[in-house]
């Protein structure tokens, strides 16, 4: 377990140069300044570490960057969680143990909604043995479902169940920007 700054931002870097583009790997000294100039930033870091998240600096969709749990199964500790609190509390037998929005709440972080899975997905292979529940939209969870992904047989797929439902294979993937460096 890491439990200070200097070993937690050495894993940051060490994923980072693992897989950043080239022209990225200069940006590696603003971004760990990014995350030590916000103490909320850095206990979300240490967070996504602890859970097995994995986390990594990553360019979302040449924009900005993010830290984004980047495991390649979602950890099982973050797995068995149905979706969001309104559908764990609709569980009335064999309620899971917490849902995805709460977990993603309380570590100071959100889903990854499908777009930015997509994109994670073209340049990561995640997911190959679990899946991963996705911000879902409005019109989906209205109607009691929400969405996940995963990658089988060689593509990358987004499904949806129901919002209640849990499955010892389905996991929790974070993000959280930290803003255009």
């Keep these: 377990m890491i439990n200070n700054k200097e070993a937690l931002l050495q894993k940051l870097e060490e994923r980072f140069l693992k897989h950043a583009f080239a022209e990225e790997t200069k940006l590696l000294k603003p971004l760990k300044d990014r995350l030590t100039s916000d103490e909320k930033l850095l206990l979300v870091a240490f967070k996504m570490e602890e859970t097995d998240g994995e986390p990594s600096f990553v360019l979302i969709e040449n924009k900005e960057y993010a830290l984004v749990c980047l495991a390649k199964e979602s950890p099982k500790s973050r797995r068995s969680f149905c979706y969001d609190h309104e559908a764990l509390e609709k569980r009335?037998?064999?309620?899971?143990?917490?849902?995805?929005q709460n977990f993603a709440r309380?570590?100071?972080?959100?889903?990854?909604?499908?777009?930015?899975?997509?994109?994670?997905?073209?340049?990561?292979?995640?997911?190959?043995?679990?899946?991963?529940?996705?911000?879902?939209?409005?019109?989906?969870?209205?109607?009691?479902?929400?969405?996940?992904?995963?990658?089988?047989?060689?593509?990358?797929?987004?499904?949806?169940?129901?919002?209640?439902?849990?499955?010892?294979?389905?996991?929790?993937?974070?993000?959280?920007?930290?803003?255009?460096?």
């Design 92 to 100: 009335k037998a064999f309620k899971p143990s917490d849902s995805a």
């Design 106 to 181: 309380n570590i100071g972080a959100k889903l990854l909604n499908e777009e930015e899975y997509l994109y994670l997905q073209k340049r990561f292979v995640l997911d190959e043995k679990s899946s991963t529940w996705l911000l879902t939209p409005d019109d989906i969870r209205r109607r009691g479902g929400a969405i996940y992904g995963e990658r089988k047989y060689g593509r990358v797929m987004i499904g949806a169940n129901g919002a209640d439902s849990y499955f010892n294979s389905r996991g929790v993937r974070l993000i959280v920007y930290l803003g255009v460096i």
